[in-house]
T-cell receptor, first 120, second 111 residues
Framework: NAGVTQTPKFRVLKTGQSMTLLCAQDMNHEYMYWYRQDPGMGLRLIHYSVGEGTTAKGEVPDGYNVSRLKKQNFLLGLESAAPSQTSVYFC???????????????????FGAGTRLSVL | GEDVEQSLFLSVREGDSSVINCTYTDSSSTYLYWYKQEPGAGLQLLTYIFSNMDMKQDQRLTVLLNKKDKHLSLRIADTQTGDSAIYFCAESRAGYSTLTFGKGTMLLVSP
């Protein structure tokens, strides 16, 4: 199994350009996530999805859009890239776990290798 | 303050034990996790512990949870240079579909 695959691995954009990052998972997971990682800031959640056709905002959603048209894919779009969006982007997926009272509490996320984006 | 806090850096010598600490604020946390990130790679789950447990051991890894103080630690025995990485603490809560991550602790193991 490939697990979680992100494309592309690297990209350089000019300010104002647009692009789409693709995340694909082959584990039949319901949940998918997009994070960005910046020095000293840890991981910050951009958007996430709890199932096909659903999306929700995370901690830092501004400037990004997402779509989950197929269960296995989660797309992150930058409509007009800005230098502040220079970062490493990670996608993750997980399954829901129901253990009685602790419904959906266990959330083991599997991460892709990341996309390194520079916006000049 | 931050929901999940970790010290930023830890340096140890090869063969010593490493202890990475994490504190969290939400008493409704149900599972706590440790992830490892090697240079240039994504995060990889190391281990996790259910909130009603005090300790979990897995080979060289020992996780201790003090629920009263909301303190989690990861002990790595016989630390090797290959353990050099960033270690993230994270928590999940019942009814939520997301994890809350700490900012990560960079572990540097010197020969």
């Amino acid at each position: 199994n490939a697990g979680v695959t992100q494309t592309p691995k690297f990209r350089v954009l000019k300010t104002g350009q647009s692009m789409t990052l693709l995340c694909a998972q082959d584990m039949n997971h319901e949940y998918m996530y997009w994070y960005r990682q910046d020095p000293g800031m840890g991981l910050r959640l951009i958007h996430y999805s709890v199932g096909e056709g659903t999306t929700a905002k995370g901690e830092v959603p501004d400037g990004y859009n997402v779509s989950r048209l197929k269960k296995q894919n989660f797309l992150l779009g930058l409509e007009s890239a800005a230098p502040s969006q220079t970062s490493v982007y990670f996608c993750a997926s997980s399954y829901s776990s129901s253990t009685g009272f602790h419904f959906q509490a266990k959330n083991i996320q599997y991460f892709g290798a990341g996309t390194r984006l520079s916006v000049l | 303050g931050e929901d999940v806090e970790q010290s930023l850096f830890l340096s140890v010598r090869e063969g010593d034990s490493s202890v990475i600490n994490c504190t969290y604020t939400d008493s409704s946390s149900t599972y706590l996790y440790w992830y490892k990130q090697e240079p240039g790679a994504g995060l990889q789950l190391l281990t996790y512990i259910f909130s009603n447990m005090d300790m979990k051991q897995d080979q060289r890894l020992t996780v201790l949870l003090n629920k009263k103080d909301k303190h989690l630690s990861l002990r790595i025995a016989d630390t090797q240079t290959g353990d050099s990485a960033i270690y993230f603490c994270a928590e999940s809560r019942a009814g939520y579909s997301t994890l809350t991550f700490g900012k990560g602790t960079m572990l540097l193991v010197s020969p």
